[in-house]
């Protein structure tokens, strides 16, 4: 079992930047692959980035490639959203998930645990 918490989120102006943290709890929890997610009002949940076990594969969303940074801290069980030149675009609530593989994985439907979300809001 893994607990995920998230924590970062909040209003930023857009250009502006956020830093949003996962942090997880659980035996193996380190061993997983991490991913973010959002899901914007009347929209469907889509994924942002991932990263996999040991944090030297990433990968991201083409509307956010160049401006989020994903990473993981191991031996803090942490894992981090840096989000850099954000848009109206981005505001949504973020979700922290962690998968049941070791690889970095793209699909919503290979992660088992999530967390709670946190909201970003950018404004215009």
């Known amino acids: 079992q893994v607990h995920l918490v998230e924590s970062g989120g909040g209003l930023v102006q857009a250009g502006g930047s956020l830093r949003l943290s996962c942090a997880a709890s659980?035996?193996?929890?380190?061993?997983?692959?991490m991913g973010w997610f959002r899901q914007a009002p009347g929209k469907e949940r889509e994924f942002v980035a991932t990263i996999n076990w040991s944090g030297d594969n990433t990968y991201y969303a083409d509307s956010v490639k160049g401006r989020f940074t994903i990473s993981r801290d191991n031996g803090e069980n942490t894992v981090y959203l840096q989000m850099n030149s954000l848009k109206p675009a981005d505001t949504a609530v973020y979700y922290c998930?962690?998968?049941?593989?070791?690889?970095?994985?793209?699909?919503?439907?290979?992660?088992?645990?999530w967390g709670q979300g946190t909201q970003v809001t950018v404004s215009s």
């Open positions: 659980g035996r193996t929890a380190s061993s997983y692959a």
């Open positions: 998930a962690a998968s049941a593989t070791v690889a970095a994985e793209s699909r919503g439907t290979r992660y088992a645990y």
